[in-house]
Each structure stands twice: as structure tokens, then as C-alpha cells.
């Protein structure tokens, strides 16, 4: 209780709250306070000030939305990144600059959100973000991977290359948070085949039990599809032991 006391007597926290409490006003009514917080952000206060932007009319938070930028808070930058749906001609320029911050969050949503709003920029951005990796997820990589293969003007004669290296991403060789952002991009492409959907099966039997957990969800999915299913009945005895006893509890098989 004491630490309770104590906590809710910190001037960052009083700060938090009054500008939190903001949230149910027009930004008419607390654009000077939203000005404030945005100009001087703490992290977390300065987030809180974007997110409360978010959903208005461009015409009243496009200024507060450039104080933001011109913060260079990293958390503030990053909680634009994730909230703001549309770019506005007036922040193409400020919005392009997230591409360039220390924070692999806000260049995923930055390139993806720049990659959607604007087709004739596509290659640009393609072009600037194609070394970038990210986090141990390879986040930014394979995002960056979908993008150049769904783009259909972007290195035409690249495409398969860039399948195969998505694809690989899938294999036991890569840690399993790799893989398990390799899968969700592999299914929503509906890139499987007999290599990826062997990976699958392997990553049923994981040992991380969330990996397991959402492989398992996907083998369901993928086995709704006749022509993947047969695939995994012609190739059950190249699967391990316990990767076909799984197998059989999905295929009804003895």
C-alpha cells in the first residue's frame, strides 16, 4: 500500500493520468495539452497522446501528429507507426522518415503501410528496406519477402528466389519464432508444398508448446484442402515416429 502510495504521487504518473483522462474530448478541447505532451514526450505519455489521435478528422490532428514526428521520440514515432491508418499527403514525408528509426516495430508498420497507400513508391521502398532483417523473427525480412513477391512490377525474375527463401524460413533449421512467422505468411500466400507442409508437420511436434499450438491450428487448415492432405498421406513414412502418430489422429489412420 505504501509503494501504491507512494507510485500514485509521482509526478509522471499524476502527468499520465491527466493526459489518459483527456481521452473522451474533442481534440478541439485539448489540443494544447496534447501539443505539450507531444512537443516534450515522456515515452509513455507521449504514446498515449498519439493514440488519443486516433480515428479523428486528419483536418484537426495532422499539426499534432507533426509534433510527434518532430519529436524523435522513438516510442512516440513507433505509436504513430501503429496507429495511423491513413497517410495523408501532408505526412508522406514525415511518415517515409520511420523507415529510418532504431525500432524494428516501427519499420515493419512503416513499410507495410507505406507499401499499401502508395502502389507508385513501392519499389523505393522495397529498394531502401531490402537488407533490413529485424528482430530474431527476421520480422522486417520476411515481411519485406511477401511484399516483393505479391508486388507484381517489383524484380519479376526474382520472384521464385524470393519464395524459396520465404519457404526456407519454415525449416527446423531456424528458431521457432522464424518459423512460426514463415508459416502464417506461407498459408496466407497458399504457398505450401511437399517441403513446407513436411516443416509443418514437424513443427506439430515442437516442444514449445505455443508453436505447437498454432502448427496444429494450421495443419487443421491446410488439411481441409485435399491435394496438401494426400501429400501427407504419400509422405507419411518419411515423418518421424511421433510426427506420424500425430499425423494419424488427424487422418484416421491406423
Not at 115 to 141: I, T
Not at 187 to 205: C, F, K, R, Y
Not at 217 to 225: A, T
Request: proline share 4%; glycine share 4%.
Amino acid at each position: 500500500e505504501q509503494a501504491y502510495t507512494s507510485l500514485m504521487k509521482s509526478p509522471f504518473i499524476k502527468k499520465y493520468f491527466e493526459v489518459a483522462a483527456l481521452a473522451p474530448f474533442s481534440i478541439p478541447e485539448k489540443r494544447l495539452q496534447l501539443k505539450t505532451a507531444l512537443r516534450f514526450p515522456n515515452d509513455y505519455i507521449g504514446q498515449e497522446a498519439v493514440y488519443q489521435l486516433a480515428g479523428e478528422p486528419l483536418s484537426e490532428t495532422i499539426g499534432l501528429y507533426k509534433n510527434g514526428f518532430a519529436s524523435n521520440n522513438i516510442y512516440v514515432r513507433q505509436a504513430i507507426a501503429l496507429s495511423l491508418e491513413t497517410i495523408p499527403m501532408a505526412l508522406k514525408k514525415d511518415y517515409e522518415s520511420l523507415l529510418d528509426d532504431a525500432s524494428y516495430v516501427t519499420q515493419e508498420a512503416a513499410l507495410y503501410q507505406l507499401w499499401a497507400q502508395f502502389p507508385k513508391n513501392r519499389a523505393r521502398y522495397l529498394n531502401k528496406m531490402k537488407g533490413v532483417m529485424g528482430f530474431q523473427n527476421r520480422n522486417v525480412r520476411q515481411l519485406w519477402l511477401v511484399l516483393a513477391i505479391v508486388d507484381p512490377s517489383y524484380r519479376i525474375a526474382e520472384k521464385e528466389t524470393f519464395k524459396k527463401e520465404l519457404k526456407s524460413y519454415t525449416s527446423p533449421a531456424y528458431s521457432f519464432e522464424i518459423r512460426e512467422t514463415a508459416f502464417g505468411y506461407i498459408h496466407e500466400l497458399q504457398l505450401w508444398d511437399t517441403q513446407t507442409i513436411g516443416h509443418l508437420v514437424n513443427a506439430s511436434v515442437h516442444p514449445s508448446w505455443r508453436f505447437k499450438k498454432n502448427a496444429r491450428k494450421l495443419v487443421d487448415s491446410v488439411l481441409k484442402k485435399e491435394t496438401y492432405k494426400n501429400q501427407m498421406v504419400l509422405r507419411m513414412q518419411t515423418y518421424s515416429e511421433e510426427e506420424r502418430a500425430y499425423l494419424r489422429t488427424k487422418l484416421d489412420l491406423e
